[in-house]
């Protein structure tokens, strides 16, 4: 019998990708969101729309009655652990067999970000739900290139506050991917596992920006800012406080060499590399043309 699967997080980057990857599947998807009048494409992926928010959790029963996976995102911001705790504790009381939970890459209680520290206490919940859980921990996403798409197509360059970071950033879809394949596994064999999902390699901004033009047939250039230049710009386009600040402890652990590794966890999970930058930019090559 399929198996009734609640994306949460149901119109973000990953969830929306993972709708994709579960295409095919034998589950039946429920999507939760706040506002089903922006649920359509969920709706034409076949997904059942329950209205809910995870800031209120009245809200909640109706999303994970029968339900027995849930595929568990916050959104990031202070209130992400009280989000997650909602969550687990609609999903306890729904009889809930599974949680398949996004954190962050390098969450712990001593991370150098505000973002990791926070992710930190929900994953501690989570390995003490009482359910199955398996928690992914992602790198950079690639996908945060796109919030530089208008300056590579207008002036063919991106800044960024990183300085000579070295990342092993992944593809969403890939991260997507993996969480598909969790969720359609036997539901014990990935309990209690911690996954550190990375691209295929390490790589420099100013290697992304080489790759970038590979894949373009143009000219793409990486140039370095200061945070005060890149807050500047953020909150300019309407970014709110928090997530400045917690992009610009990201960016500063970025630069000290904080996110210079990969693992080999994406390919044994898809049974195959995961993409990398240059077949990233092929795929977008539309928004980096500004088309």
Known sequence: MSRTVLITGATGTVSTALVDALEGADVRLRALVRDASAA??????????????????????????????????????PRSPENSMNALWAARRAGVERVVRLSVVGAAHDAPNRSGRLHALSD?????????????????????LLNEAADVAAAGTFALNMGAARIGMIDARD????????????????????????????????????????????????????????????????????????????????????????????????????RDVAAFARDHAAAFAGR
């Not at 501690?124 to 945060?144: A, D, K, V």
């Open 175 to 274: 991260i997507a991917e993996c969480a598909a394949r969790v969720l359609t596994d036997d539901p014990d064999r990935h309990h209690g596992r911690t996954y550190t999902l990375t691209g295929p390699r390490s790589l420099t901004f100013d290697e992304v920006a080489d790759r970038m033009s590979g894949a373009l047939g143009r000219p793409v250039g990486y140039r370095p800012v200061g945070d005060e230049a890149r807050r500047g710009t953020l909150l300019g386009h309407g970014v709110p406080a928090w997530i400045v600040d917690m992009l610009e402890e990201y960016a500063r652990a970025y630069a000290s060499g904080w996110g210079d590794f990969t693992t080999d966890t994406a390919t044994d999970l898809l049974g195959r590399p995961p």
């Open 124 to 144: 501690r919940e989570t390995e003490s739900c009482g359910m199955r859980w398996t928690i992914l921990r992602p790198h950079w996403f690639m996908q945060n």
């Open 40 to 77: 359509d494409r969920l709706r034409a992926r076949g997904a059942e729309i329950v209205v809910g928010d995870l800031d209120d959790p009245r809200t909640l029963p109706p999303a994970f009655d029968g339900v027995r996976d849930v595929w568990l995102l916050t959104p990031n911001g």
